[in-house]
């Protein structure tokens, strides 16, 4: 199964790109299941803020049975405030509390697909960094996680499989990531760790480094560029049981027009969904 969504699904410049102009903040979950017929999504808000139980239970209230909710990790979680630490040093233990429990209601629900744990630049591969998470995937006991490296020592040269064969030992998923091509990033490996395939396209802005938010993902593929995707996504779903794709270029909606063209070249349409070539869009 292949599941193609976006990472978040409430900006402001989505209204009359994406959304429509007049669009309420508290419509546009139901808009983009029911609407634009997406059937996942990515939270990240959770990486900025604790949730209440109230707000993702409404998330679960909104969206169609067949709907998933990958959710993102906070930051506390991943120590990306923290720069280079032990992690053995940080007493973190009531952030993974009130996390998860922000969550049960999307845990009960069944629609979760996998938790994500977005480890920044500086959590090189060491084996303070390996014991952490360890004790990461403890904590969530049986729950689906994921983890995304951003430091290019998880995935150079030898240390690629090494990295890959810890994770399954683990049942850590691997996200595989598309950005831009600098020099101390990860690269793009298209490889499953556990039954779900993850994949994370942050556009290939070379602005990723100085410039703000909006500039980092500002970024819109080419129909050329998604189409060379699509072996690798294909290779990873016959290996897995769900294989999702979030575009996590989200700048003025283009996430969302890119994720619907995916859908359209997969041959995954749907009726009713809208047609990115009919809308009128900034690109």
Excluded at 35 to 55: N, P
Excluded at 258 to 274: F, H, Q, T
Aim: charged content about 25%; glycine content about 6%; overall charge neutral.
């Amino acid at each position: 199964m292949i599941k193609i969504g976006t990472c978040g699904f409430s900006f402001k410049d989505w209204k009359g790109t994406a959304y429509p102009e007049n669009i309420k903040n508290n419509e546009m979950l139901s808009y983009y299941n029911r609407k634009a017929r997406f059937d996942t999504v990515e939270i990240d808000v959770s990486y900025y803020t604790i949730l209440s139980q109230r707000a993702t239970e409404s998330w679960v209230r909104k969206t169609t049975d067949d709907f998933t909710f990958a959710v993102k990790c906070h930051k506390d979680m991943t120590l990306n405030d923290r720069g280079k630490v032990n992690p053995a040093d940080v007493d973190n233990g009531e952030v993974f509390r009130k996390f998860l429990a922000s969550f049960q209601p999307v845990i009960r629900s069944g629609k979760l697909l996998t938790f994500l744990a977005q480890f920044g630049p500086v959590f090189m591969k060491n084996q303070q960094n390996r014991d952490y998470l360890i004790k990461f995937r403890s904590i969530f006991g049986d729950l689906p996680l994921t983890v995304e490296f951003r430091h290019k020592s998880w995935l150079q040269d030898t240390q690629t499989e090494d990295t890959f064969d810890f994770l399954e030992r683990n049942n850590l998923g691997y996200a595989i990531v598309d950005e831009p091509g600098l020099r101390s990033l990860a690269p793009f490996v298209p490889h499953a760790t556990n039954d779900v395939g993850y994949f994370r396209l942050h556009g290939r802005n070379k602005r990723w480094f100085g410039g703000d938010r909006d500039q980092r993902y500002n970024y819109f593929y080419s129909d050329s560029e998604i189409g060379e995707f699509i072996p690798h996504i294909r290779m990873i779903a016959e290996r897995t049981k769900v294989t999702s794709v979030f575009f996590n270029n989200c700048h003025a909606g283009a996430a969302f027009v890119n994720a619907l063209r995916l859908i359209s070249m997969l041959g995954l349409d749907r009726p009713e969904r809208n047609d990115p070539e009919q809308m009128e869009l900034p690109f």
